[in-house]
T-cell receptor, first 115, second 113 residues
Framework: SQTIHQWPATLVQPVGSPLSLECTVEGTSNPNLYWYRQAAGRGLQLLFYSVGIGQISSEVPQNLSASRPQDRQFILSSKKLLLSDSGFYLC??????????????FGSGTRLTVV | TQLLEQSPQFLSIQEGENLTVYCNSSSVFSSLQWYRQEPGEGPVLLVTVVTGGEVKKLKRLTFQFGDARKDSSLHITAAQPGDTGLYLCAGAGSGGSNYKLTFGKGTLLTVNP
């Protein structure tokens, strides 16, 4: 069976500090991977998605970047955090080739508070 | 940009009542998905509807995709406290990027015992 791991669960970081959130998927190959941010427990905003190693697409300009160094590893980073980067970050994967039928499986999220 | 509007934003009902939440857009989607999210957790997929006019049932939950594939509804019969959560709809685009989902802002449902 497929599983998705996301860590850490919570993080409190000072303004200007770096950030690294990691997400790994097990039990599948070449998944589509996604990073979303959710503000105040409401709608999800797509930040980055990847359809393969080294292939990253950004949806919104921001203070964050993403990398996919291995097939099932997706990393969200920042060199200097801003207060506005606070939020609930969710990693998700979907099965490639399933197109519009492909549902997402989400990780359990990281609650980031920038102070 | 494809936008999905969900209504109502908040809904508080008593156990045993029926309810319907809506997901509307001016854009056509190739599919519509519904997720439920509990506090501090990631959303969990409930259903995917693909064909205009399609109706799917999941126990006490009934999902419908509009004929024009621009809207969807979720109806819950005899709501229970375990149904409490944030209900999110998400639309898939068309063409080569149909794996990308656009999410609505959600309906926060509270079912009181």
């Amino acid at each position: 069976s497929q599983t998705i791991h996301q860590w850490p669960a919570t993080l409190v970081q000072p303004v200007g500090s770096p950030l690294s959130l990691e997400c790994t998927v097990e039990g599948t190959s070449n998944p589509n991977l996604y990073w979303y941010r959710q503000a105040a427990g409401r709608g999800l905003q797509l930040l980055f998605y990847s359809v393969g190693i080294g292939q990253i697409s950004s949806e919104v300009p921001q203070n964050l970047s993403a990398s996919r160094p291995q097939d099932r590893q997706f990393i969200l980073s920042s060199k200097k955090l801003l207060l506005s980067d606070s939020g609930f970050y969710l990693c998700a994967w979907s099965r490639p080739g399933t197109g519009r039928w492909g549902g997402y499986t989400f990780g359990s999220g990281t609650r980031l508070t920038v102070v | 940009t494809q936008l999905l509007e969900q209504s109502p934003q908040f809904l508080s009902i008593q156990e045993g009542e029926n309810l319907t939440v809506y997901c509307n857009s001016s854009s056509v989607f190739s599919s519509l998905q519904w997720y439920r999210q509990e506090p501090g957790e990631g959303p969990v997929l409930l259903v995917t509807v693909v064909t205009g006019g399609e109706v799917k049932k999941l126990k006490r939950l009934t999902f419908q995709f509009g004929d024009a594939r621009k809207d969807s509804s979720l109806h819950i019969t005899a709501a229970q406290p375990g149904d409490t959560g944030l209900y999110l709809c998400a639309g898939a685009g068309s063409g080569g990027s149909n794996y990308k989902l656009t999410f609505g802002k959600g309906t926060l449902l509270t079912v009181n015992p």
